[in-house]
């Protein structure tokens, strides 16, 4: 059984350019969270998909926007790259209910230069 | 508004002994509350889980947690530390009401002398 899966693994962008980054969920799970890591820092709720929309966000500009797919697959997009977007990004899969444990994914390593 | 805070930013303890992980909480409503641990270069692995059935909590690899509402606390503990324990620990809680985000603590880094 597969469990969260993130593509790429790593990537580089310089400031200014756009990323999208994919997750497909564990299966059978159909809600997708998505974080924040910075070095030496604990994980930041980026937002949440449900049935294709965006069910909750945290404290991130409008650069940041995903998309939840029927499969429940997930991307995360963000625009106009600054220094400061370089983090791991982590995708976490769950049941819809909100006391479900999320299940996270190894990250894709983003460098901005 | 809910919040976590773990209480020590490094822990050493030597292989064998016992392992403390500290974490307080805040939650405006009746938490749902894991501890969570990222190896190097790694997303999260699950540990455990308490979501207000019994206080004492087991999970994976020995460890297991107490909810302590009066304290407001839900420290992680294992009788005996291995190696492998070395890794970032994170206390997560997720206030009910609807709210579906985690709050994550600033972590705890375990490392494991021989």
């Known amino acids: 059984d597969a469990g969260v899966t993130q593509s790429p693994t790593h990537l580089i962008k310089t400031r200014g350019q756009q990323v999208t980054l994919r997750c497909s969920p564990k299966s059978g799970h159909d809600t997708v969270s998505w974080y924040q890591q910075a070095l030496g820092q604990g994980p930041q709720f980026i937002f949440q998909y449900y049935e294709e929309e965006e069910r909750q966000r945290g404290n991130f500009p409008d650069r940041f926007s995903g998309h939840q797919f029927p499969n429940y697959s997930s991307e995360l997009n963000v625009n106009a790259l600054l220094l400061g977007d370089s983090a791991l990004y982590l995708c976490?899969?769950?049941?819809?209910?909100?006391?479900?444990?999320?299940?996270f994914g190894d990250g894709t390593r983003l460098s901005i230069l | 508004a809910q919040s976590v805070t773990q209480l020590d930013s490094h822990v050493s303890v030597s292989e064998g002994t016992p392992v403390l992980l500290r974490c307080n909480y805040s939650?405006?409503?009746?938490?749902?509350l894991f501890w969570y641990v990222q190896h190097p270069n790694k997303g999260l692995q699950l540990l455990l889980k308490?979501?207000?059935?019994?206080?004492l909590v087991k999970g994976i690899n020995g460890f297991e947690a107490e909810f302590k509402k009066s304290e407001t606390s839900f420290h992680l503990t294992k009788p005996s530390a291995h190696m492998s324990d070395a890794a970032e620990y994170f206390c997560?809680?997720?206030?009910?009401?609807?709210?579906?985000?985690?709050?994550f603590g600033t972590g705890t880094r375990l490392k494991v002398l021989a």
């Open positions: 939650s405006s409503y009746s938490p749902s």
């Open positions: 976490a899969s769950s049941l819809s209910h909100e006391n479900q444990p999320q299940h």
């Open positions: 997560v809680v997720v206030d009910g009401g609807g709210t579906y985000k985690y709050i």
């Open positions: 308490y979501t207000s059935a019994a206080t």
